[in-house]
């Protein structure tokens, strides 16, 4: 498969920041976090962006998630440690923009995937879309402390426990109805829909959106009294992670022995 790229365009105020692996459904290969991330680096630096909109190629993924390769060098759970702490580096660069963000969730946004579009300011869905994060029947690690304090903040945390620990997955409506998603648009009118958002969201001050999405980004993270070093150790650094990977790439189902 190829390493797949993240891409930025530009036109009438509006950034278009687009997923392009969509043979992997999309999954983040680690040149596609760094593209992202420069590209969140140059648009924190632009006067003329008024919302960007996040969208994954092919239709059928927004992310399907972080590429298994990444995991191949992890040896302890420094190293899931280090992974979590680059990961928050991405995540909160595109967090931290100054207008406002809007994914577009077409089918499936799983794990990274899904933590990129808990952290944009708008989400909008087809009917066909698919949230969760299926770590505990797949690979067996965990989320650094902001990205479990998104998904309980998105979904609440009963629904967060559901998705973690049945590794189940929160189809369109449910996501519309606990307020994750703004609404749900048929396929066939969602390029319209985009527009149509974009232009209100152009026509508003700017300012004002900009102190908004900041104090409420202060109010979840007053929520975060301390990393979760030990945590995340406990995971990456776990015989069962080892195993995870493993079978993940095997396409089997792991034999968890809680060590």
């Given at each position: 498969?190829?390493?797949?790229?993240?891409?930025?365009?530009?036109?009438?105020?509006?950034?278009?920041?687009?997923?392009?692996?969509?043979?992997?459904?999309?999954?983040m290969t680690k040149a596609m976090y760094g593209q992202l991330h420069q590209i969140c680096r140059e648009?924190?630096?632009?006067?003329?962006?008024?919302?960007?909109?996040?969208?994954?190629?092919?239709?059928?993924?927004?992310?399907?998630?972080?590429?298994?390769?990444?995991?191949?060098?992890?040896?302890?759970?420094?190293?899931?440690?280090?992974?979590?702490?680059?990961?928050?580096?991405?995540?909160?660069?595109?967090?931290?923009?100054?207008?406002?963000?809007?994914?577009?969730?077409?089918?499936?946004?799983?794990?990274?995937?899904?933590?990129?579009?808990?952290?944009?300011?708008?989400?909008?869905?087809?009917?066909?879309?698919?949230?969760?994060?299926?770590?505990?029947?797949?690979?067996?690690?965990?989320?650094?402390?902001?990205?479990?304090?998104?998904?309980?903040?998105?979904?609440g945390a009963s629904r967060a426990k559901r998705m973690l620990m049945l590794g189940g997955f929160i189809?369109?409506?449910?996501?519309?109805?606990?307020?994750?998603?703004?609404?749900?648009?048929?396929?066939?009118?969602?390029?319209?829909?985009?527009?149509?958002?974009?232009?209100?969201?152009?026509?508003?001050?700017?300012?004002?959106?900009?102190?908004?999405?900041?104090?409420?980004?202060?109010?979840?993270?007053?929520?975060?009294?301390?990393?979760?070093?030990?945590?995340?150790?406990?995971?990456?650094?776990?015989?069962?992670?080892?195993?995870?990977?493993?079978?993940?790439?095997?396409?089997?189902?792991?034999?968890?022995?809680?060590?």
């Amino acid at each position: 498969m190829s390493e797949g790229r993240v891409t930025l365009s530009v036109a009438d105020g509006v950034a278009w920041v687009t997923f392009d692996r969509p043979e992997a459904r999309n999954a983040m290969t680690k040149a596609m976090y760094g593209q992202l991330h420069q590209i969140c680096r140059e648009l924190a630096g632009r006067d003329d962006i008024r919302i960007a909109v996040l969208r994954g190629t092919g239709g059928k993924a927004f992310v399907a998630g972080s590429d298994i390769s990444i995991f191949d060098s992890f040896t302890s759970g420094a190293d899931g440690i280090a992974y979590e702490a680059e990961m928050e580096t991405y995540t909160r660069a595109l967090a931290e923009l100054p207008f406002p963000t809007l994914a577009v969730i077409e089918g499936w946004a799983v794990g990274g995937g899904l933590n990129l579009a808990a952290v944009c300011d708008l989400r909008i869905a087809t009917p066909d879309a698919r949230m969760g994060v299926p770590i505990a029947k797949t690979v067996g690690n965990c989320l650094s402390i902001f990205n479990y304090a998104r998904l309980v903040a998105g979904f609440g945390a009963s629904r967060a426990k559901r998705m973690l620990m049945l590794g189940g997955f929160i189809d369109a409506e449910e996501g519309r109805q606990c307020g994750f998603l703004s609404e749900i648009v048929p396929a066939e009118a969602l390029n319209e829909r985009i527009d149509q958002i974009c232009e209100r969201i152009i026509g508003h001050a700017p300012i004002t959106m900009h102190v908004s999405k900041q104090a409420i980004a202060r109010v979840l993270d007053a929520a975060v009294e301390e990393e979760a070093e030990d945590l995340i150790s406990q995971a990456y650094g776990s015989e069962d992670f080892k195993r995870g990977i493993a079978a993940f790439k095997t396409k089997s189902q792991p034999q968890w022995t809680g060590k």
